[in-house]
Every structure is written in structure tokens, then in C-alpha cells.
């Protein structure tokens, strides 16, 4: 089993900044894509941005361009810094990790974002 705790949401005013983190830990063997969904209210759940062991990325065209994916591999740790905030990005925030044996979701983060 492969444990995510997630950190870094809040409230945060338009224009603003934010940095989720999340970090794996447990039975790793290797992880493949780490990523960050999210959950706005009274939606469903769409993906945010991912990145690949060897760092390829791709970005949802919402948050192209304010939004960075990152992670650390030797930490098993993934990040997501997120600037420019709309009122639109307010949602739960969700890591999700493709490990070699499992497929993994955070418990999630609220991020509000007010105008």
C-alpha cells in the first residue's frame, strides 16, 4: 500500500498564490505519473496537470500558463504551484499517483479562492 498526505491548500485572494504538495510514502516500488486532479463545487472531477518520471508534462487548458507541476524523486514527493488564482480554480484538490503495483488518491485539499 502507498500512503499520499497532502499539504498547502487555503484560502487565497484572486490574483494570488498557492503551493500543494504531496507526498507518497509506504510499499514504493516505482511510481510512474503523479498528478493533481480537482473537484469543483457541484462538479465532477477533472485533471489538473500531470508529469511523468522522466518529466514530461501536460496541463488542462484552464490553468495553462499559471499553473507549474513538479516533483522530487528521490522525495516521492509531487508539487503543484499555482498563481494568478480565479475564483473558478476554487475546488478540492486531489494527488494521484500511478505506482508500479497500485493507483493512488490523496484524501484531498481544499483550495478557495475569493474574489
Known amino acids: 500500500q502507498v500512503q499520499l498526505a497532502e499539504s498547502g491548500g487555503g484560502l487565497v485572494q484572486a490574483g494570488g498564490s498557492l503551493r500543494l504538495s504531496c507526498a507518497a510514502s509506504?510499499?514504493?516500488?516505482?511510481?510512474?505519473?503523479m498528478a493533481w486532479y480537482r473537484q469543483p463545487p457541484g462538479k465532477q472531477r477533472e485533471l489538473v496537470a500531470r508529469?511523468?518520471?522522466?518529466?514530461?508534462?501536460n496541463y488542462a487548458d484552464s490553468v495553462k500558463g499559471r499553473f507549474t507541476i513538479s516533483r522530487d524523486n528521490a522525495k516521492n514527493t509531487v508539487y503543484l504551484q499555482m498563481s494568478s488564482l480565479k475564483p473558478e480554480d476554487t475546488a478540492v484538490y486531489y494527488c494521484?499517483?500511478?505506482?508500479?503495483?497500485?493507483?493512488?488518491w490523496g484524501q484531498g485539499t481544499q483550495v478557495t479562492v475569493s474574489s
Open positions: 494521484n499517483v500511478d505506482e508500479h503495483y497500485g493507483h493512488y
Open positions: 509506504g510499499n514504493i516500488f516505482s511510481i510512474h505519473v
Open positions: 508529469i511523468t518520471s522522466g518529466g514530461s508534462t
